[in-house]
């Protein structure tokens, strides 16, 4: 995908929205599936191999003999090179890069995104699918910050939640769980006996 790296980011991003709503619509039952990260990025490699097509403007007949060819000897991959799909040249270019998870992304997971925006890729995207939200949560490395944005599954729309710091220390902006210390509940606990 040649252009200015502006554009390009935004026709990717815009490609990768069009593969998760139709993945919400046309696959929600692998969704709820536990486990199940290779049905998963398989859906997701699928639906974005057809919107690729879309926001470059290629044929959509999927009867054509060059429908699984898209401009620069792209491909669109799963379950390599660290990421759960793929999409590059299989000579070391990357343009997407997408990790996924069914829970929230570990901090490794993270970090991984990182790496991968720092060793040149485009794009570089986090999706946890998380089965009891109304929503996907995104992640997107921005140089040293992290975006985390909300893909409505209901109507489609993302929206900017927050940005935090990664490097350094503990930051204002970082998001919390709200989770609570196991061992603290359990001193409260016995002290109430």
Not at 70 to 90: A, E, M, S, W, Y
């Amino acid at each position: 995908m040649a252009g200015n790296g502006r554009s390009t980011t935004i026709l990717l991003f815009e490609a990768f929205h069009e593969a998760l709503k139709q993945l919400v619509l046309e696959d929600e039952q692998v969704l709820s599936w536990s486990k199940a990260k290779a049905s998963l990025a398989h859906c997701l490699a699928s639906q974005l191999q057809r919107s690729l097509r879309g926001v470059l403007g290629l044929s959509q007949d999927s009867a054509s003999p060059t429908y699984f060819s898209l401009p620069g000897d792209l491909k669109v991959d799963i379950l390599t090179q660290g990421c759960d799909v793929l999409v590059h040249d299989r000579k070391g270019g990357r343009t997407l890069a997408v990790i996924l998870g069914n829970d929230y992304l570990t901090k490794v997971q993270q970090d991984t995104l990182h790496e991968l925006q720092n060793q040149g890729c485009k794009l570089v995207l986090g999706a946890a699918f998380l089965p009891q939200k109304e929503y996907v949560l995104l992640y997107r490395p921005n140089q040293e910050r992290m975006e985390y944005l909300h893909f409505h599954k209901v109507d489609g729309s993302t929206t900017l939640l927050k940005q935090r710091q990664v490097e350094g220390d503990a930051d204002e902006s970082q998001l919390f769980l709200g989770l609570k210390d196991r061992r603290k509940r359990t001193r409260i606990k016995k002290a109430d006996l």
